[in-house]
T-cell receptor, first 110, second 114 residues
């Protein structure tokens, strides 16, 4: 089993739609969790950290379920500019080894 | 703020030649990383350094070497390039002294080995 797995995608959604991405991780001692976005031929950029209590940043909501070893990202009111690949990232129990998921590609259509 | 700077942006290299990819950060982050990204395989860790003077092997270290003489610089060297090393290379850094500190990435180097 891969350390970090994500929805295979791609997701093609119309503007204004709500879309959710799922991510599971295998190391129960994982310490930190993040969502990154990566545009085509660009570097990954931090979208948001994921905290145990869940957190929201504008149209984006991240949830963490440690018992199920599961992370989610919800995007509300999708914009064309949200089109990108979304990467789930988990660190080890020391917070130093970052493990990236394979990514889920999102295309928001007009 | 510059953040992380990688050079060159892209390079075409003949097989068998050596090359050093440069990475410099100005955030005083203690940890630095080199990844390669290939279509369908995602980001794979090549080497990392938790602090100046130390380095470690990642998932795919063969054919690559690194050094960390100081906090800011983390060069990646291909001693004798092979076509399978054609990839996009990303350097990253993080402040691992605190909890929940993310990685920050450079713009990447696109390397083609012919």
């Amino acid at each position: 089993r891969k350390e970090v797995e994500q929805d295979p995608g791609p997701f093609n959604v119309p503007e204004g739609a709500t879309v959710a991405f799922n991510c599971t991780y295998s190391n129960s001692a994982s310490q930190s969790f993040f969502w990154y976005r990566q545009d085509c031929r660009k570097e990954p950029k931090l979208l948001m950290s994921v905290y145990s209590s869940g957190n929201e940043d504008g149209r984006f909501t991240a949830q963490l379920n440690r018992a199920s070893q599961y992370i989610s990202l919800l995007i509300r009111d999708s914009k064309l500019s949200d089109s990108a690949t979304y990467l789930c990232v988990v660190t080890d129990n020391y917070g130093q080894n970052f493990v990236f998921g394979p990514g889920t590609r999102l295309s928001v259509l007009p | 703020t510059a953040g992380i700077t990688q050079a060159p942006t892209s390079q075409i290299l003949a097989a068998g030649r050596s090359m050093t990819l440069r990475c410099t950060q100005d955030m005083r982050h203690n940890a630095m990383y080199w990844y390669r990204q290939d279509l369908g395989l995602g980001l794979r860790l090549i080497h990392y350094s938790n602090t100046a003077g130390t380095t470690g092997k990642g998932e795919v270290p063969d054919g690559y070497s690194v050094s960390r003489a100081n906090t800011d610089d983390f060069p990646l060297t291909l001693a004798s390039a092979v076509p399978s090393q054609t990839s996009v290379y990303f350097c990253a850094s993080s402040d691992s002294s605190g909890a929940d500190q993310p990685q920050h990435f450079g713009d990447g180097t696109r390397l083609s080995i012919l």
